[in-house]
């Protein structure tokens, strides 16, 4: 069956290679196609997803406080890294925000040392979650996202076997189509909202990425003016 990436359902293409001395290898892989996000929406309706990753920190609570004056709510991909601000998760989720998983320590190396420590770690911070908001979140991020190449020197192949693993075990993950490049190193607040406007390109599903953790003061201020960029664009 040809995918059809329009449709959602499970496809299964078979990929063949020869090598210089004529053998010949045949691999079978299975292609879910999933719903489009944000497929649900009306039609020609704009829609931005705010997300903040790397949190909970002091800056979570001035990136509540400026979401509540838009009216916007937004998903944080939480982390156990800075526990003296977990009582930000409850806050968040009870002023209507999303908390997702994203991983206890965050540590490439101790993350994706093996399948089984990467569910160890996000087990772990499903029950720090769960002592906040009384459940485990089922939407995840994975550090770097799905399909990040830096996981491939502490285990290679790994996304592949997790990016099926989740999903059998009821986690949805999601990556992004934007960001402000606070994590790629851009640090004045001109540069992030420059980078933010450049990356919403007139797309029309935006998953933003943007980081709540301690060292990004400069995100929350640059937000006010992303989101009236947004606002005016539509979303
Ligand atoms: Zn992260």
Known sequence: KKIDTSKEGTYEVTYSAKDSSGNKTIAKRKIEVIKKIGSDKQSNEKVVYLTFDDGPSENTKKIMD??????????????????????LIKDAYN???????????????????SVDAYFD????????????????????????????????RYCQGIMSTLTKEVVEKGYQYYDWTCINGDGEGIKTIKGLKKKAIEEVNGQEDIMFLMHDSANQGNTVKALPAILDYLIKKGY
């Open 66 to 87: 400026i979401l509540a004056k838009y009216d916007a709510k937004a998903t944080f991909f939480v982390t156990g890294r800075n526990q003296d601000y977990n009582y």
């Open 121 to 152: 770690d996000l087990n772990k911070v499903g029950q720090m979650v769960k002592k906040e908001i009384g459940f485990v979140p089922h939407y995840i991020r994975f550090p770097g996202g799905s399909s990040n190449t830096v996981s491939r």
């Open 95 to 113: 002023a209507g925000h999303t908390i997702a998983l994203h991983t206890y320590s965050h540590e490439y190396s101790t993350v994706y040392a």
